[in-house]
């Protein structure tokens, strides 16, 4: 049973990031999503897909996972470059 903890990149119709800042535990898929025949869903037969859980911090995260005996794959986040507020800001000197 292994899971991930990762921090959710910010959506593309947001400009702020109010839910980016917090940590996701998930577990990875066991068993294959399949197409029901008579609806067109997908569905599953892993429970375990349905947990998410929400942390304000990595470490929190982790000890949770430590503590439990799952195996946690940590992916960190990508940091993003400061946006640039006005045209002056390009050549101020950042010394």
Known sequence: MTARIYRPAKNAMQSGTKRSCKWI???QPTAPRRLEPLMGWTSSDDMQ???K????RKEDAVSYAKRHGI???VQTPKVRKP???SYADVF???G
């Open 25 to 27: 535990f998930e577990y």
């Open 49 to 51: 897909s349905q947990i």
């Open 71 to 73: 195996e946690v794959q």
């Open 92 to 94: 101020a000197f950042k």
């Open 83 to 85: 946006i640039i507020k």
């Open 53 to 56: 859980l929400v942390f304000d």
